[in-house]
Each structure stands twice: as C-alpha cells, then as structure tokens.
C-alpha cells in the first residue's frame, strides 16, 4: 500500500527543496572554483558579472588596464554578492528541508529517497559543470594564443564599394517602389472612389490620400484605446444601477410594483444621478471593490491603427480644410455617398440661406434667438399644465415633459434644457445623371429640421405613439410601414389574382414633389381633426390635447443658421417626431375624403398603396387614361398644395428600393432595385467595431437580398453581386459563403412566420453601457465571475454588456451644427462677454494663460463665453496656486449660462451663514483655508469645453479622473446637497 495523496504532495515537496539545495550547492562549488582559478575568471562562463564594455581598445595599455579592472571588479562580485547570496540560499534552503523532515513520522523513509535522488544529481550535474568549465578553459586558450587581426585596406575598400552600391540599389527600389504605390494609388481612386463612393462637387483639388480617407466611409471607427476615465464612469453608473436593483429586490416583499403596464412614454423618462439612501450590503460592497479596483487598475491596450500612412495624411488635409472652412462634407440624401462642396462659394451657405429667405416658405423671427427659446418653453408648460389640471395626463408625464415637479420646481436634469434647433441641408445626389456629376452640378436639395433636444422636442416625443396609432389606423386600406410591408400585400394581391383577372394590368407609381414643405399647417390639422373624430381608442379629453399639442408644434416651429431664427411659414416641419404621421394623415384625407369622390376613373384603379409620398398600385385601363387621371388629380389637389410630379407607368416600375414587374400570368415580381449612384459601400472589416458586428451586417444584408426577390435566378444574382461587393468592403469570401445558408434560412423562417412573437422572458435585465476595447473581454469575465453575488442580492436579473462605438469620421467631418451659429473673424483673447456690468469677466483666465493642475497642463477653449451653457469649467484659487502640496482647483459642470452658474457660487460666500457656505466647494475651501481673506476673488474661471447635455456628467467625471482632482483637488469635497 502505497503512501496517502497527502503524504504524496509532501513527498513531492521535500524532493524539490532538496533538488534545489543539491544544485545550489554545487553552484556555490563553482562559483569558488572561478575565484580560485584566474584562467576560468577571464572567461565568458559568468557572462551577467562582467560589464558590457563593448569592443576592446586601440591601445594596449588601456585594454591591459581594463582586463585588470574587470579581472578586480569580477572578484569583488563574487565575494560580496554572489558567494554570499549562494550561501544563504544554501542555508535557507536547509532550514526548509529539516523543518520538512520534522513533520515525517517515518523520517527514515523520506530521507533514504532523499540520499537517492541527491547521489543521481551530484553524479550528472558533476560531470555538465566539468564539461562546461573545460569549454570555457579551452576557449580561452585559444584566445591567448590567437594574435591580434591585421587591418586590410583593400578589403575595408571593396567592403565600402559595396556597402555604396548596396544602398544605391535599395535607393533606386525605394524610389520605383513609391513610384508604383502613387501610380496604383491613382488608377484605384479614379476606378473605385472618385465619382462613387466620394463625390467632389467643389472648386478645390481634393487629393487622392484624402479620397482614400473618406472612402472608408463615414461610419468607419478609428482604433484606438478606451480611455480609463471613461471606464471609470461607466463602472460607477453600473454600480449605481446596480444598486437600485438591490434596493427595489430588497424592499420586494414589503411593496408590490405594476411592471404590467407598457410605459410609452419611456423614452421621456429623465434619467437620475441619484442612489437609494440607507442601501448597504456586504456582498455590494464587495463588488464594488473589484469593479473598481479593476478600472482603477486597468492599463487600457493601445490597438495598432487601422489608417495607413497616407490616409493619416489625407485625414489630415480633410481636418485641415473644414476647419478653414474651405470645404464641407456630408452624405447624401440616398445611395451612401460621401460628397465635397464648397463651404462659401458654391454650396452650402448659399444654398441654405437661399431656402431660408424665400419669403412664401420661412418667416425671419423679429426676437433673438434666446427669447424665441424662452418664448416656445413657456407656451409649451402652460399648454402641459392646463391639460394636467384638467387630469388629461399625470403628474409623471407632466414633470418629464416641463421638468416641473410636483412642488412646482424645476428639476435639475440635462434632458429637459432644450437645445437650439438649427437647419442643415440634404442633397439628392441622386437626381443628377453622371455627366452632371461630372460637371460638378450642385444638386437639387432637401432642407431638414434638425429638432431633436429642441424646445418641442419633447412634447413632441409625447404626442408621437398616440398620433402614430391613429394614423396607423386611419391610412390602414393604403398604409405602408416599409419594403417588407409591400411585399407581404403583394404576395397576398398575387393570390388574389390567380382567382381570375383581366390581362390588361399595368403597374404604375406616383411621387409628391415636396410633400413636407407643401402641406400646409391648417390643412394637417383639419386632417388631424377627422382622423381623431374617427378614433374610439381614446378619450376625447385626451383628443383635445392631442390636437391643441400638435396645433403648438406647427405654430412655434423654428429653426436657426448662422445665429438667426427662421420660423415655418409654409408647409411642415421636415425631420420631427409627428412629420410622417402627420403627412400620411393629410395625405389620406386629401385623397380618399377629399379627391376620390370626384374622380370616376377612381375605378381603374385595382390596387392602391402609398408610403409617405411615394405611390404604388394596379392600373386597369390604358396609359392614355393614367395621364389623364393623374391630370385631373393634380387640378383637385392643386387648391391644397399638392402635386404628383414623377410618374411610371407599365409592366415594370421602381418603387422604394424593389422593381416590380408584372408577368404573363399578371402576378407580380419583385427584386432588389439599386440606384446608379448608390455607392455599395458597407462597414469595413478594419473598423474600430466589435468582430460580431461584421457577420452582422452580411447576415442581414443577405436576408434583405433574399426577401427582396421573389424569384431564385434574380435572387442569386443579386447575392452574387452582394458578396461581392462585401469583398471590396474586407469581408472573407469564404465566411460570407458559409454565412449564406444561413441567411436563406432566416429568410424563409421569416416567411412562413405570421408574426415576430418571441418567448416571454420574465429575467429582469441590467445593461452594463462600455466602450468597445479588447480589455472588454477581461471585464465580462470578471461580471461572469460576479454572477451568482449580484443575482443574491438583485434576484433573477441578467447582466446585457452594450458595447459603445467610438466616434467615427463621419463624426469628425460632417459637421451640420455648425451652420446654427454666426461665424466668428476675430481672433479671440480671452473668454470674456464684454456686457455691461458681467461680473463674471473680470475673474475669467485669459486664453494666454498657462493652467496647471496637479502637474499636468489645462488648455482652454477659445471659441466659448461666459454667455455659453451646457459646459466644462474649471476653478482655481489664487491663493494656493503655486504652493506645492496644496489642493487648488475645481471642475464642475453646468446646463446654464455660465455667469449664473457663478452666481450661484459667489451667493454662497457668506460667512456668517454656514447653512450657504457648505453648500458650494469653493466657498468651502476659503472657509477652511483662507478664512482671513473669505471672498469670491479669490478663484479665477474658465471654459473648458461645451458638450451636449446628457454628456455633462461624462465629461465632468473625465476631467476630475484625468487631473486628479477627485484625489487631491476640490472635487472630493463632500458637499451638502
């Protein structure tokens, strides 16, 4: 019978301590052999003793003199370091053997294995060492009696000619090579880019890196590594999540919650900074420490970029000319294109200004813009709270709307502070033939309403599910929602026809010119006004508010460019939240309440189907009587604004993005239908994006080929020509070959599937929001590793990691919001106002000055004011600046003008009253350091940086992590609230 497994690991153990005490021992042996003999000192066998002299010297007496020196220098080592160092291993070592040896009951045992094993080591370690201190003997043997190299001069003179020739041919390779990478750099952008994926349409001579750069695409991510700042906040919004979970699970069998009811107004909810009071728990506690100490300790992978050198450099010449203003770039309205205009003289400004002054359209606002703002946020909250009082909606949808609280205070949240609508231009690439490109023709244009954050945005957001189920309902016998839509009726029209149906069908399609900014805001609403009388879903208190809401939103529409107001005289607003219900209400209206009982060829028409402005349908007589049916229906609808401009008549038309076409046994055909312009250009495999994101665009490229097909010769084809064009994109062949069975059986699935009914899953969900890096792999498994203590303390929930996508060049180039503001010629020096009476200029930085925070230098921003909002600032104290050790300086966040938010600091140095200087750091810090000289002049301010609202807390957290002022700075003053 063997020993035990745990007298085994014993057994193990002491054999490799007495293992390393054999071999130490016989290192030791060696090193007082190399001591002892001067001949195996001056060789190589200690090759980590000697110093890294390098070549010997010139002179003989100076490499005479170092051998001397290392030869001492060599001895020395040996016996105060590695002698001494040998010895105490040895006695160590020993010690650990014995004590080993003390726990063995059966000691004899233990230690004939040990004289065993030690006699077979002493026995093949002897005879290696002597073996190596022969080599080394042998070698310097051989040195001594080997005579000093005589210089060659021919030889060092052919060894230069070659050296010369060698670098004239690798001269003469570098420069063909470049040569070919210019010359194939040039054939590739006028082949593939120029024209099709980039389209120049401006004076300035783009060069071919810049076409490369912008060829990637506008939705291309530049690597680059996460920032740690930001991981830090996001693990801290994770934990504060996390915690209300705990919280709620916590108080669970106290209270019951109403999770039944749908909340559709979920994208109003405002989100909160706050966490539950009196919440602790150990387990919380716990991984919140490994949460953070992993963020905290995290040294982010810097990726290896995904630009070449040269589209480095055509980044740069893009950069260079939108920020002088030269060029201006933007996709176009359809195809993906990427196109160049010029910034003043051809295109945009002209094109936008000259949109904005058409007098019957826009109206020029005779107020400022602020007071315009001010204006539309005080008619929307009276309009919210009459209908409140009147209990049309609750006391939630009120606050999420107004941001009134139940006290009738204001809450303090970054959603409800509007920003400033502003209108930026769409263009229609894709009504100019190639020749026109060509010639550079500025194309017809689309002005879009940029509202989204404006002053109506959100009442919009709240009159938008209940309009969209109305008109949803009241357009129903020719309502579209998309492509698949369209095919799932055709499909049941074919069915329909195979009954039996004349064969003189023909298909045609109608096109509104300009539907948005035809319709005018009296005739919505009028349509409105029936569709909701023809509603029995809601209540008609509920009715009368949405209509009075939706009257609001037309009549305080505005939008702004270059620093002035424009207000809708004409038409609706293009790119808000009711625009499509809106225009398919008033469509409908117009044609089936209005036109259709005045039109006897009405009857001709078999099948009649309409998206937004776009027609499609069955036509029974001939082409003669469709051109004088569309006739007559642009006399009847010209009182209203309305006119059919493009149409198609017969037995094939392009509609959205499929071509119809009817075959000999009238059933109609269908496949994917591409324009000329359409650039074909998807997410590149090199970008920045999670690897799952790539099979997913193939995947689902392939199913809208496939459904978009009714016919297997056509759908083939069109894959073909897919996969082809994913190729160009980076995509392996070999992938999206496998990827393709897949594809079609998903598709097919989605056929026979009546509807898009998934399991229900009661698992509450808790989304952990990061950046995309490789270092997320190391956080999921450390959530993975966290799984069984959040579900004890959160219940059932499953952990959802969303993966953020850094900015990309559309990002960085295409820049609309920067038509809302004025221009700025001069060159600023300082971020003051200059008004009459600001308090909050004299205390601001001048831009020349140099800020220093905790070592590291602050730049400020030149183009903000102390008028500006929605900002970055920082504070410091004159006081203690450039005093070593001392904590000076302040960031903090503010979603108004900067001047009141310093109001708001300087009304809390009072002294006397301490209930106000506890409620500000920075009056805080001159109580407790400079309680002598207690004054607001303290600090000088300045603007760091303007961001959006809902990014305030982001880039305040990104500050204080970056300076370090959360650690030694004002910032981790706790302050009452």
């Known amino acids: 019978m063997g020993p035990r497994p745990r007298d085994a690991q014993r057994d193990n153990y002491s054999l490799n301590l007495s293992e ?135 030889r060092n003179n052919k060894r230069k000619r070659n050296a010369e020739r060698r670098r004239a041919e690798r001269k003469k390779y570098r420069t063909s090579k470049a040569a070919k990478k210019v010359e194939w750099m040039k054939n590739h952008v006028e082949d593939n880019i120029k024209g099709k994926l980039v389209i120049n349409l401006s004076s300035q001579e783009v060069p071919d890196i810049a076409y490369l750069y912008l060829a990637k695409g506008l939705n291309f991510v530049e690597s680059r590594p996460v920032a740690k700042e930001d991981l830090l906040f996001d693990v801290k919004e994770f934990l504060r999540k996390m915690e209300w979970k705990a919280y709620f699970h916590q108080i669970q069998a106290d209270t019951t919650t109403d999770r039944d009811t749908e909340d559709i107004h979920k994208d109003l909810r405002l989100r909160s900074r706050k966490h539950p009071q009196d919440y602790n728990h150990p387990l919380f506690d716990e991984i919140k420490t490994r949460l953070m100490g992993f963020a905290t300790n995290l040294n982010p992978d810097k990726p290896q970029s995904n630009l070449t050198d040269a589209e480095q450099r055509g980044k740069g010449w893009v950069l260079k000319s939108i920020n002088e203003q030269r060029i201006f770039i933007t996709s176009a309205d359809k195809g993906g294109a990427t196109l160049i205009l010029d910034y003043r003289t051809v295109s945009v400004m002209d094109t936008v200004k000259c949109e904005l002054e058409k007098e019957t359209k826009f109206t020029k606002l005779d107020t400022s813009v602020g007071v315009k703002m001010e204006q539309t946020q005080l008619k929307v909250k009276e ?6 009082h ?347 070959e496998e990827t393709e069975p897949r594809a079609v059986l998903r598709a097919l699935e989605n056929t026979l599937r009546t509807g898009r009914s998934k399991e229900s899953d009661n698992t509450d969900t808790l989304v952990f929001s990061v950046q995309h890096s490789s270092d997320n792999n190391q956080l999921k498994k450390l959530i993975h590793e966290l799984g069984p203590d959040i579900k004890r303390i959160c219940g059932d929930i499953r952990v959802i990691f969303a993966t953020r996508k850094h900015p990309s060049i559309g990002n960085r180039v295409v820049r609309n919001r920067q038509l809302r503001d004025k221009a700025e010629c001069l060159q600023k020096t300082s971020q003051k106002c200059f008004a009459p009476g600001c308090k909050t200029c004299p205390v601001l930085f001048d831009l020349g000055s140099k800020i220093i925070v905790n070592g590291l230098e602050l730049k400020l921003d030149s183009t903000l004011t102390c008028k500006d909002k929605h900002i970055i600032y920082v504070a410091q104290c004159q006081l203690c600046n450039g005093i070593e050790g001392s904590e000076d300086t302040y960031f903090g966040q503010t979603i108004t003008p900067f001047h009141n938010r310093l109001n708001g600091h300087r009304s809390k140095f009072n002294i006397d009253h301490r209930a106000l200087y506890e409620h500000s750091a920075l009056s805080m810090h001159c109580y407790n350091a400079h309680r002598d000289t207690f004054s607001f002049d303290c600090f000088k301010f300045g603007i760091v940086k303007k961001t959006k609202p809902n990014l305030l807390d982001r880039e305040e957290a990104r500050f204080c992590a970056k300076f370090k002022t959360n650690v030694w700075g004002l910032n981790r003053m706790e302050i009452r609230r």
């Open 20 to 154: 390393k005490l054999v071999k130490r021992e016989l290192q030791l042996g060696l090193l007082r052999q190399v001591r002892e003999n001067s001949a195996l000192l001056n060789t190589k066998i200690l090759p980590s003793i000697r110093p890294k002299i390098g070549k010997l010297f010139h002179h003989r007496d100076l490499d005479l003199k170092s051998q001397s020196i290392l030869h001492q220098a060599r001895v020395q080592i040996l016996e105060q370091c590695a002698i001494p160092e040998a010895q105490r291993d040895t006695n160590r070592l020993q010690l650990s053997l014995n004590k080993a040896l003390d726990r063995y009951e059966d000691r004899e045992r233990i230690e004939k294995l040990i004289d065993d094993q030690n006699h077979r080591l002493t026995t093949t370690s002897l005879k290696r060492l002597d073996k190596k201190v022969k080599f080394h003997l042998d070698k310097a043997e051989q040195e001594r009696q080997k005579s000093r190299p005589q210089q060659n001069i021919k």
């Open 390 to 736: 009147l209990k049309t909606i609750s006391e939630e949808v009120k606050k999420r709307i107004t941001g009134v609280n139940e006290k009738g205070n204001m809450v303090h949240a970054p959603e409800i502070r509007p920003e400033i609508p502003y209108a930026y231009p769409l263009y229609k690439v894709h009504k100019l033939s190639q020749e026109q490109i060509e010639a550079k023709t500025i194309p017809p244009v689309r002005l879009v309403h940029a509202t989204k954050g404006g002053p109506l945005y959100r009442l919009e957001k709240f009159v938008s599910p209940y309009i969209t189920q109305i008109s949803r309902k009241y357009c129903e016998e020719e309502f579209i929602l998309d492509t698949p839509d369209i095919i799932t009726q055709i499909n049941n029209y074919n069915k329909e026809t195979l009954k039996g149906a004349p064969k003189n069908l023909q298909l045609f399609t109608l096109d509104v010119a300009a539907l948005y900014p035809s319709i005018r805001p009296e005739l919505a609403l009028t349509a409105l006004e029936d569709a909701l009388n023809s509603d029995t879903s809601f209540s008609q208190e509920l009715k009368a508010a949405l209509y009075e809401f939706t009257d609001l939103i037309f009549q305080e529409s505005f939008v702004t460019y270059q620093g002035e107001g424009y207000i809708n005289k004409e038409g609706i607003p293009t790119g808000n939240c009711i625009s499509r219900q809106a225009a398919d209400i008033t469509m409908h209206w117009l044609l089936f309440k209005q036109i259709r009982g005045k039109m006897k060829s009405w009857g001709l028409i078999d099948l009649w189907r309409r998206f937004i402005d776009d027609v499609f349908g069955v036509w029974l007589g001939t082409v003669r009587q469709f051109n004088l049916f569309v006739e007559v229906l642009n006399k009847l609808a010209q009182p209203y604004g309305i006119r059919f401009a493009d149409q198609q008549i017969g037995k094939t038309v392009n509609f959205l993005d499929i071509t119809l076409t009817l075959d000999n046994s009238n059933q109609i055909q269908y496949r994917l239908y591409r324009k000329e312009t359409d650039a074909r250009n998807y997410l590149r495999t090199d970008s920045f994006h999670p690897e799952h994101v790539f099979g997913s665009v193939a995947f689902s490229q392939m199913i809208r080929v496939i459904e978009r097909n009714s016919q297997d010769s056509t759908c083939v084809d069109d894959l073909a020509e897919l996969k082809e064009d994913l190729s160009r994109s980076g995509h392996n062949m070999v992938k999206l």
């Open 383 to 388: 309009a919210v709270l009459k209908h409140y």
